[in-house]
C-alpha cells in the first residue's frame, strides 16, 4: 500500500503549483495585453488615456499618458503623451469648457458620457465618449466628423432655403404624399385654386382638377415613382372654390431619400389662365377670320356668277322684245315676260338673302323676340309662295292646328320659312306636294316643311348647313341657286335659341325640320 505523501513533499508539490499559476496567469495577461494594444493601435477612431490635474483641489488641466496612431490622424496633433493639453492648445480649455467639465465629471463619478463638439483651437467637429478607467483619469474614444458637420449645416441651409421657396414663392407649391394627398400647400396655391390650406390638406389633386382633365399626368406619376422620368410637365385645367376655371401649367418632380426611396411628389403649378385666354382668343379670332375670309368668297361667288345670272335672262329677253316686239305674237311676249319677272324675282329674293345673310356676319341683323301666334305669319309666307307653286302644278299646303304661339323674331322667321318652302318647291317634281306642320311639344314648337320632292343621300345631307363647301343642285325645273338659304336659316334660327336638321330619302322626298321656344329663353344673345 503506497504511503501518503510527507509535510516537505506537499511543500514541496504546493510551490511548484503555485509557480506554474503564476507563469499561466503572466501569460494569460501578456496575452490580453497585446490584444488589447492591438486593438488600440489598430482602431480606427482615437483613443486617449488622460490625467486630470489639480491645484488646491480645483481642475485646472489635464494630461495625455497615452495616445493612439488614430489619434494624430484624426487631430493633427503630434508628440501629445506626457504634455498637459494647456500646453498642446493653450485656449483649449477656455473654448471648451463644457468638454473640459465632461471629463473632470467622468474622472471623479465613474459614469460615462458622450457629446459632439467643435473644437475651435483645431477647426474640427468631434463626436467624443468619455469613460471612467480609475479615480482621476479618463478614457475617451472620439471620431472627427467635421465633414458630416458640415454635409448637416448644409442641408439645414438647403432646407431653410427650400421652406422660404416654398412659403414666399409666387408659384403654387405643394408636397403631396404618394397616396397623391396633398401634405403641405404654400400661400400661392391656395390663392390660385381659392381654398385655405386646411380645406386641401388630406384632399387629392383629383378633386381639384377639371373632370376632363384628371387623368393627365397620372401615368408620369407612376412613371416617376418607377424611376422612369425624373419629372414630367403638362397644362390642365382645375376647378376653383369659386366654380370658375383656371389654367395651370404643372411640373411634377420626386424627393428621395439617401436610399433612393421615393418619399413625396414635388408638384409646382403656374397660372397660366391669362395666357391660356390669350390662345383661345387668338384661335377664336383665327375661326372668325377664317368664316369671313369664306363669307367673303362666297359673296364674291354669288355676285360673279349667280346673280348675274337672272339679270343675264332680264337683259336678254327684254333686248328681244323691244328690239322685235313688232314681230312676236303675243303668247311669245307673254312668254318672254314671263321669264323676265321669273328672273327678276329669283334676283330679289338672291338679293334679300345676301343683304341678310351679310347683316348677320357683321352683327347688323336686330333680333326682337315676342310671343306670337304661329298661324297668321305662316299662312302669310304660303300666300308669297303660291304663285311659284303653281307654276309646277305643286299643291303647297299649310295644316293649321289650333292656336300655337312661340317665342320669336317675326322677320327672321318669315325668312326661315320663305326659304324653306322655296327650296322645297325647287327640289318638288311638277304635280308634287308641300305640307307645312306646327307640332307643340312640352318645350319648343317644331315647323316641319316637309315635300314629296327627288331627296337626298346621307352625305349631302350632311352638308346642308356648311358654309363651306356649300351643295349647289339644280332644282327639277332648272331652277339655279347658291346653297345660301339653307345656311342663313341655320343661323336665324339659332339665333332664335332653337334647332334646324333635315330627315330626307333619295326618291321620296325631304323634311326640314326646326323648333322655337315656347317662352322667352334668359340665353338667347340678342346682340349676337
Not at 471629463?103 to 463638439?117: C, D, L, M
Amino acid at each position: 500500500m503506497k504511503s501518503s505523501p510527507s509535510y516537505q513533499e506537499l511543500v514541496s508539490l504546493i510551490t511548484k503549483l503555485q509557480k506554474k499559476l503564476e507563469i499561466s496567469k503572466s501569460e494569460f495577461f501578456s496575452q490580453k495585453e497585446h490584444t488589447y494594444h492591438s486593438l488600440f493601435e489598430n482602431m480606427s477612431e482615437g483613443f486617449a488615456r488622460c490625467q486630470i490635474l489639480y491645484k488646491n483641489n480645483k481642475p485646472i488641466d489635464f494630461i495625455y499618458l497615452e495616445v493612439n496612431k488614430a489619434f494624430e490622424k484624426l487631430t493633427g496633433l503630434k508628440n501629445v503623451v506626457g504634455k498637459p493639453i494647456s500646453e498642446i492648445l493653450p485656449n483649449h480649455i477656455d473654448e471648451n469648457s463644457t468638454l473640459f467639465n465632461m471629463y473632470e465629471r467622468v474622472s471623479r463619478t465613474g459614469i460615462s458620457e458622450k457629446i459632439e463638439t467643435f473644437v475651435p483651437s483645431l477647426e474640427m467637429w468631434f463626436s467624443i465618449s468619455a469613460y471612467s478607467s480609475e479615480k482621476g483619469q479618463f478614457l475617451v474614444i472620439f471620431d472627427n466628423i467635421t465633414e458630416r458637420k458640415k454635409i448637416q449645416e448644409s442641408l439645414k441651409y438647403s432646407e431653410a432655403q427650400f421652406r422660404g421657396l416654398f412659403i414666399q414663392s409666387h408659384v403654387g407649391t405643394a408636397i403631396v404624399g404618394l397616396d397623391k394627398r396633398f401634405i403641405k400647400v404654400n400661400e400661392s396655391l391656395c390663392n390660385f385654386l381659392g381654398y385655405t390650406e386646411n380645406e386641401m390638406l388630406g384632399k387629392t389633386i383629383t378633386e381639384f382638377t377639371h373632370p376632363e382633365d384628371t387623368e393627365i399626368g397620372i401615368e408620369d406619376m407612376k412613371r416617376i415613382v418607377k424611376g422612369e422620368l425624373s419629372f414630367s410637365k403638362a397644362q390642365k385645367r382645375y376647378l376653383k372654390k369659386d366654380g370658375t376655371i383656371a389654367w395651370g401649367e404643372i411640373t411634377i418632380s420626386i424627393v428621395k431619400n439617401e436610399s433612393k426611396k421615393p418619399l413625396y411628389f414635388l408638384p409646382i403649378i403656374q397660372d397660366i389662365t391669362e395666357r391660356k385666354n390669350t390662345e383661345l382668343l387668338i384661335r377664336e379670332n383665327e375661326r372668325k377670320l377664317k368664316n369671313l375670309n369664306d363669307t367673303k368668297d362666297k359673296l364674291f361667288s354669288i355676285i360673279a356668277h349667280d346673280l348675274r345670272s337672272p339679270f343675264n335672262s332680264i337683259l336678254g329677253f327684254s333686248e328681244l322684245l323691244i328690239e322685235h316686239s313688232q314681230d312676236f305674237e303675243i303668247d311669245k311676249s307673254e312668254k318672254f315676260l314671263e321669264i323676265i319677272n321669273s328672273s327678276a324675282k329669283n334676283a330679289l329674293s338672291l338679293l334679300n338673302n345676301l343683304l341678310h345673310w351679310a347683316k348677320t356676319q357683321t352683327g347688323q341683323i336686330s333680333n326682337k323676340p315676342q310671343i306670337v301666334s304661329l298661324a297668321p305669319i305662316i299662312n302669310n309666307v304660303v300666300a308669297l309662295s303660291c304663285s311659284n307653286a303653281k307654276a309646277k302644278n305643286i299643291k303647297l299646303k299649310y295644316k293649321q292646328p289650333s292656336v300655337i304661339e312661340a317665342y320669336t323674331d317675326v322677320n327672321m322667321l318669315k325668312v326661315v320659312l320663305r326659304n324653306l318652302i322655296s327650296n322645297a318647291i325647287k327640289f318638288t317634281n311638277v304635280n308634287g306636294k308641300i305640307d307645312i306642320f306646327t307640332i307643340q311639344n312640352e318645350n319648343h314648337i317644331e315647323i316641319k316643311v316637309s315635300d314629296n320632292g327627288v331627296g337626298m343621300p346621307k352625305e349631302t345631307q350632311q352638308k346642308l348647313f356648311n358654309i363651306n363647301p356649300t351643295i349647289v343642285k339644280d332644282g327639277t325645273a332648272a331652277e339655279k341657286g347658291t346653297g345660301l338659304g339653307l345656311i342663313l336659316c341655320k343661323e336665324f334660327v339659332e339665333k332664335l335659341n332653337g334647332k334646324i336638321w333635315v330627315e330626307s330619302e333619295l326618291g321620296i322626298g325631304s323634311s326640314f325640320i326646326f323648333t322655337l321656344p315656347i317662352k322667352k329663353v334668359e340665353s338667347i344673345n340678342f346682340n349676337s
